[in-house]
């Protein structure tokens, strides 16, 4: 039923998964009739994606629901709804309730199916007999992303994912094709299909399919022209799925493969399950099967009880694999998590700066990585256009940009690589696809 004259705003905070459940919850609001604005001021339907994965990201969340306690007031008929880890599978919504009482609806993360019925019920009390309007679509982006599972089994001393997303729950396979086939239809020329950990995808589910076998049947949907996947755990990345990516030519060379500690003391206090060597033997089988694989993993530093010496052996892990990025993180205590029973030993001042001495070594080492493109061709899938230049990817993630009369957005193009920094690269389309959209 149309909501005519209905407005949303969604804000957004956290992991690619956040992104994606937005992304869907505008596609459903839109498709309802009502239209996205810009802030919060001038919406009907106001939404809060949150985060926790860190205290500072709880923290922006608590401010900006702060934030709309006077908007509320001024406009008492708004709906305002909370969804993402702040609520959690197993978050104390009564308390939140309680403390928050202008706040309409509390959803866990994922599931906004709740404010859906509420909407469709207000528009059917509201407007019976009414012809629907035609649907509004938002910008159909050339790269999606696609959820295949929630949740995570690891515990991971210093994570609070599981206690707020639950454990692992895989979507079912055509579930999956379906919306991998519906974005096609929007225009997405790109799929990355997320979960915490997708290595376990399929495990709970009748038969269970391997994300391997998912992949060839996303495969198979023939206006998709590129498919990634993360986040992988290297306890439980299979050489089946290695060897998958490896003989798929849609699946993209670019693997994400969290370390977060290159010394097994500290490892073993993560809860991660697996040691140095064994993750570097990983890392040699990637590479064997996917020559010029980009790889990219998570570090976190200053963890309970790390001292100089098990800093540098992540420090000289990261030396020898070269990786294409990295993300490093300083240690923050998380209430709840097994790790914030560990005193948080490290100083502030000596996590920075161990965390810029490694940005500084990833600076340099991407930096001669990208510098030996130079010259060379590359294939890019064109996003969007940003300050007059066409932006888009290479196959292994590398963020390229190009000058172009034609339109780009949705087209592959070989592009030769004219220069090349740390965080991207610049050059010439030699030759392009038909346009992607007609």
Known sequence: MSQSGSTFYIWTAGCQMNDGDSLRLAEELSARGFRQVDTPDDAT???????????????????????????????????????????????????????????????????????????????????????????????????????????????????IVPYRRGRERSRPVHEVLGECQRVARLGAREVTLLGQNVDSYGADLPGQPSLAALLRAVHEIEALRRIRFLTNHPKDMSQELIETVAGLPKVCEHIELPLQSGNDEILRRMNRHYTAEQYLDLIQRIRHSLPGVALATDVIVGFPGENEQQFLDTYRLLEQVRFDAVHVACYSPRPGTAAAQLADDVPAEEKERRRQLIERLQERVVGEINRALVGKEVEVLFEDQVRGKWRGRTRTNKLTFVNSDIPLAGRLAMVKVEWAGPWSMRGQVVAADAPAFR
Not at 102 to 128: G, K
Not at 143 to 152: E, F, H, L, S
């Open 45 to 159: 339907v106001v939404v809060l994606n949150t985060c926790v994965v860190r205290q500072s990201a709880e923290n922006r969340a608590y401010g900006r629901l702060n934030s709309l306690k006077p908007l509320k007031r001024r406009h008492p008929d708004m709906l305002i709804a909370v969804m993402g880890c702040l609520v959690g599978v197993s978050g104390d919504e009564a308390g939140l309730a309680a403390r928050y009482p202008f706040v309409d609806m509390w959803l866990p993360p994922s599931r906004f199916e709740a404010l859906l019925e509420r909407l469709d019920t207000q528009a059917t009390a509201n407007a019976m007999g009414c012809a629907p309007a035609s649907p509004l679509s938002p910008a159909s982006p050339v790269a999606r992303y696609v959820t295949i599972m929630t949740g995570c089994n690891n515990f991971c001393s210093y994570c």
